[in-house]
């Protein structure tokens, strides 16, 4: 599977955003989809899943600001992000699960800031 994340860019606090990951390869295979984020100097975190029943699971830090969700044909993923704060600058990956394999895309920045 091969990941491409697109969308980041740079925000005022309070704006939105939405990113996208391109899905490609053996897509049918996926058990579930996330959305990762790295700030600079921290540890990569989890921002949301969503797993192949459209159920989403989201870090208590963006619950009710972001959305998590995939397109019918399951090959994009999303992330809209509201209320953006300068907390929510990072690096944003896309993941894909596959049984127990991991698939990591390349990051888009987001930085917010006015």
């Known amino acids: 599977v091969q990941l491409q994340a697109s969308g980041g860019g740079l925000v005022h606090p309070g704006g939105s955003l939405r990113l996208s990951c391109a899905a490609s390869?053996?897509?049918?295979?996926?058990?579930?989809m996330a959305w990762y984020r790295q700030a600079p100097g921290k540890e990569r975190e989890f921002v949301a899943r969503i797993y192949n029943s459209g159920t989403p699971l989201y870090a208590g830090s963006v619950q009710g600001r972001f959305i998590i969700s995939r397109d019918s044909a399951k090959s994009t993923l999303y992330l809209q992000m509201n209320s953006l704060t300068p907390e929510d600058t990072a690096e944003y990956y896309c993941?894909?699960?596959?049984?127990?394999?991991?698939?990591w895309g390349q990051g888009t920045q987001v930085t917010v800031s006015s």
């Open positions: 390869g053996n897509i049918e295979a996926i058990n579930y």
């Open positions: 993941h894909a699960s596959i049984v127990n394999k991991s698939y």
